[in-house]
């Protein structure tokens, strides 16, 4: 992932500073002063991974954490850009932002403040935007969604062949259905796909990010449907708790979560989630900071380079889930397994011979760049965004 000249420039640069008699490169590096815009706060999983990743990378980089500087709970608005001009005007020369809607205002202040690196997680107006101190970054999130959707499968398939259940349903708490969330349901029900080939899945969107009370009604009004699991990209413990209660209640439901472990909500409900490992790409963009004193337009990173993982197996899994998930993970890894294989689903009833990765209107007329090419629908190829928002066979988008 690391480019080889950037490699070869930081061996240049420690090799100066010893010649020269300075200090190590964690001596030097320890006065940069970095600013972090976060949608939430510690209390919410999304935000809560992003501040783990951007302390566990200042630590292995020797950045001291007394130099971070937080901004929480930042909304989606005029917010974003006050929050970056003062962090900006308090000499932070890094200033990372982690959510969707903050991009914008983002952008308008790298434009004022040229000489500052600004960061923006999940956006995609970076490589267009014509500015050399501005980046969008996003982990390969639909990998371990799709890993995880493996995990619901064997899970599903084993309470088919008990006689448990008998129609192979599914749901799914969206929170936006822009294309990151697309991206990440459709991903995670080709990995069940992968295992009960007669899966269908519906999707509720709670037209929030962070909702605790609509993220378990929602997940309420799937299991009143019948759902046998519920999955979600939303980001609160609302659903998988809400699952939890059914599940107590003797109702044969189980949760797959998102962020963080959710077992200690959903002791026995909870199978796993799928989770970002921030710190790898925090870690990238700091060291080109650092090391070039420039950065890349995009930044994104997969299993291959252990950027996205599930969280540990719940007791409730089925037997054989490990072997399987490894058997996944390692065909990704090797490229064997592509997660948007065209041949794993349809549209309309038809194979998709075309779809374009930053299409803008929905239309996926040939005005962007063609996505679909040796076999399989190339997601954060040509941005680090997800851009996948086909909407195939098999789910439905609820109105409710």
């Known amino acids: 992932m690391k480019r080889i000249l950037t490699a070869l420039l930081a061996l240049v640069m420690i090799t100066a500073l010893v010649a020269c008699g300075g200090d190590s490169k964690e001596s030097a590096d320890s006065d940069m002063k970095v600013g972090i815009i976060l949608i939430g706060d510690e209390n919410e999983g999304y935000t809560y991974a992003h501040m783990e990743g951007i302390l566990n990378a200042v630590k292995e980089l020797g950045i ?28 932070c020369k890094v200033i990372f932002a982690n959510s969707f809607g903050h991009e914008s205002y983002i952008k308008q202040a790298a434009a004022e403040y040229p000489d500052i690196f600004f960061c923006h997680a999940t956006g995609t107006a970076a490589r267009t935007a014509g500015l050399s101190n501005f980046c969008n970054y996003f982990d390969n999130i639909y990998e371990s969604r799709y890993v995880s959707g493996i995990v619901a499968g064997m899970k599903l398939q084993e309470l088919l062949d008990n006689g448990e259940v008998t129609d192979p349903y599914v749901g799914y708490v969206g929170a936006y259905p822009y294309a990151e969330v697309v991206s990440g349901y459709t991903a995670f029900f080709l990995g069940i796909r992968s295992i009960v080939p007669d899966a269908h899945m519906d999707v ?37 708790s809400a699952v939890q209660a059914k ?3 003797g109702a044969v439901v189980y949760s ?71 058997a996944a993970v390692a065909a990704i890894k090797a490229g064997t397994l592509n997660v948007f294989d065209t041949s794993t689903f349809t549209v309309g009833g038809q194979e998709v011979t075309a779809a374009f990765a930053t299409d803008t209107d929905g239309d996926f007329v040939n005005d962007a760049d063609e996505a679909v090419f040796d076999g399989y629908y190339h997601e954060s190829f040509f941005m680090s965004a997800p851009s996948f928002s086909l909407r195939i066979d098999g789910i439905t988008e609820l109105s409710e």
């Not at 989606?76 to 000499?91: F, P």
């Not at 959710?262 to 790898?280: C, E, F, G, K, R």
């Not at 700091?286 to 540990?312: F, H, Q, R, T």
């Open 64 to 91: 001291g954490e007394e130099n971070l500087v937080y901004k929480f709970s930042i909304p989606e608005d005029e917010s974003a850009y006050d929050a970056a001009v003062d962090l900006a005007e308090q000499g």
């Open 204 to 240: 509720i969107y709670t037209n929030s990010w962070f909702d605790i009370t609509a993220e378990g009604a929602a997940a309420d009004a799937l299991m009143a449907r019948g759902a046998v699991i519920v999955g979600q990209h939303a980001d609160s413990t609302g659903a998988p």
């Open 247 to 249: 599940h107590d209640g």
């Open 256 to 326: 797959v979560g998102y962020n963080i472990d959710m077992l200690s909500v959903a002791p026995t409900a909870a199978l796993t989630s799928a989770q970002n490992n921030w710190v790898v790409m925090y870690k990238e963009i700091l060291e080109d900071i650092l090391n070039d004193g420039k950065i890349e337009s995009d930044y994104s990173a997969g299993y291959a380079e252990d950027a996205v993982k599930i969280s540990a197996l719940g007791e409730s899994c089925a037997a054989g889930s490990k072997e399987a998930v490894d």
